[in-house]
């Protein structure tokens, strides 16, 4: 039977490599890309020359968080979400020699061996919904926005045939682990083995090795 537990995302302090595990793994995130065009003028036509390309904008992701310290009593904020709130403020130890002026820290998101994003916080938001008597808060949603610092490029590939789809994830099979068992675990319901057969174009389900990589698309991919 292969392992159950599951992997926790987390985010990594590039300054400090202090590393911050989400309570829960996010239920959602979201991709932005950007992209610079400067439109071009075409005298007596009905519609313009096609836009020149000035590069591309960093991309953005969103991750919506839930932390939950309720039956511990212990406070939300200083067991986790000022850990994730401090990314957003300047570093003083690591200040910059031309400017004299320190920066928030660069950070990393990463959710297991699937994928990997590099970045900068842009903005983060906490909501308290659950308090002990004395007004600890024990219930958080904290929304954040990472602004990438390194190209797509350089990131590990998502999946095992191509550069990576973002959403999609990626699954090292253990010893004695079969697909069914995968997709009980991935997807709540084994008989979804065939997506996941379908998506590594596998013939066999019983000949998959340990160590394989499987990509698992999102459901309706």
């Known amino acids: ?38 439109d071009q003028t075409s005298k007596g036509e009905n519609t313009p020359a096609v836009p020149e390309f000035n590069g591309g904008k960093s991309a953005d992701l969103t991750i919506n968080l839930y932390f939950d310290t309720h039956i511990t009593g212990e406070d939300v904020r200083t067991s986790y979400t000022d850990k994730i709130w401090n990314l957003a403020l300047v570093d003083k130890t690591h200040v910059d020699a031309k400017t004299g002026k320190g920066s928030p820290p660069q950070c990393e998101f990463s959710w297991g061996q699937s994928w990997s994003f590099k970045a900068v916080v842009v903005s983060v938001k906490q909501k308290f919904t659950l308090f002990l008597a004395d007004g600890t808060p024990t219930r958080a949603e904290v929304t954040v926005t990472l602004r990438q610092t390194a190209d797509e490029d350089a990131f590990p590939g998502q999946n095992p045939t191509s550069g990576g789809v973002p959403g999609q994830r990626v699954h090292v099979v253990e010893q004695r682990e079969t697909l069914d068992i995968i997709a009980a675990h991935e997807y709540g319901d084994s008989n979804y083995w065939r997506h996941i057969a379908l998506a590594n174009g596998i013939d066999n389900p019983l000949a998959v090795k340990p160590g394989t990589r499987l990509a698992l698309p999102p459901l309706g991919n």
């Open 1 to 38: 039977m292969g392992s159950s537990q599951l992997v926790k995302a987390k985010f990594k302090n590039l300054n400090t490599n202090e590393e911050i595990p989400c309570m829960f793994n996010p239920p959602s995130y979201e991709f932005t890309k950007t992209n610079m065009w400067a």
